[in-house]
Nanobody, 124 residues
């Protein structure tokens, strides 16, 4: 079993940047495909970005494509989400998630492990 802890959230003005981190413990992160999801108040949790076990493949939701970059450092057991050109509509709790295997899914039901989330607030 793997435990995930997100960090790096906060308050930022529109147009600004944040870098989220997701640190894993319990097992090597290299065994897991990883994803970042987000949930805004009153909305369902939605997919943001995914990355394969090696880091060579990534995919993004249309809403963040070109602004967010997912990456991983398996030696540090950490996954990152670099968020640039932030917009007020990016305000949400951001979660990282892990799933066994090397197929990337956008469906949150495919993920086995979740962090507790980190709040990102973008002011206009």
């Amino acid at each position: 079993q793997v435990q995930l802890v997100e960090s790096g959230g906060g308050l930022v003005q529109a147009g600004g940047s944040l870098r989220l981190s997701c640190a894993a413990s319990g097992r090597s992160l290299s065994q897991y495909t990883m994803g970042w999801f987000r949930q805004a108040p009153g909305k369902e949790r939605e997919f943001g970005a995914g990355i394969s076990r090696s880091g060579r493949r990534t995919n993004y939701a249309d809403s963040v494509k070109g602004r967010f970059t997912i990456s991983r450092d398996n030696a540090k057991n950490t996954v990152y989400l670099q968020m640039n050109s932030l917009k007020p509509e990016d305000t949400a709790v951001y979660y990282c998630a892990a799933r066994s295997g090397n197929i990337m899914y956008e469906d949150l039901r495919e993920y086995d492990y979740w962090g507790q989330g980190t709040q990102v607030t973008v002011s206009s």
